[in-house]
């Protein structure tokens, strides 16, 4: 069942941050990731959430969300985000129909 990566990033550097996004791409895809929508326009529809960029990104299934977000060559880039960025994250699983 597909499990799905939910992240509003607040980036803080964007400079900084510009290496993040340069080479997290390839460390998704390695797990099976693919983006859904990536700092898109965001209208907010009922509730007080702000969001600021939205990162939504499919993986086969939890395993391999935790897999990637737990893997070595993540945490590289997750050190990285860390320090420019801001940033709240969920992981969703998702339902079988």
């Known amino acids: 069942m597909a499990a799905h990566l939910i992240a509003d990033v607040d980036v803080l550097d964007a400079d900084a941050f510009e290496e993040y996004k340069r080479d997290v791409v390839a460390t998704e895809q390695r797990y099976g990731g693919r983006y859904l929508g ?3 326009a ?3 529809l009922e509730g007080d959430w702000e969001p600021h960029r939205l990162v939504i990104i499919e993986f ?3 395993a ?3 897999g990637w977000y737990n ?3 993540y945490s590289r880039l ?3 985000r860390e320090q420019c ?3 709240r994250i969920i992981a969703l699983e998702g ?3």
């Open 42 to 44: 965001t209208k907010v």
């Open 85 to 87: 960025a801001r940033t």
């Open 64 to 66: 391999a969300l935790m």
């Open 60 to 62: 086969p299934d939890m």
């Open 78 to 80: 997750k050190a990285i």
């Open 95 to 97: 339902v079988a129909f």
């Open 71 to 73: 893997s070595p060559e």
């Open 38 to 40: 990536r700092g898109g």
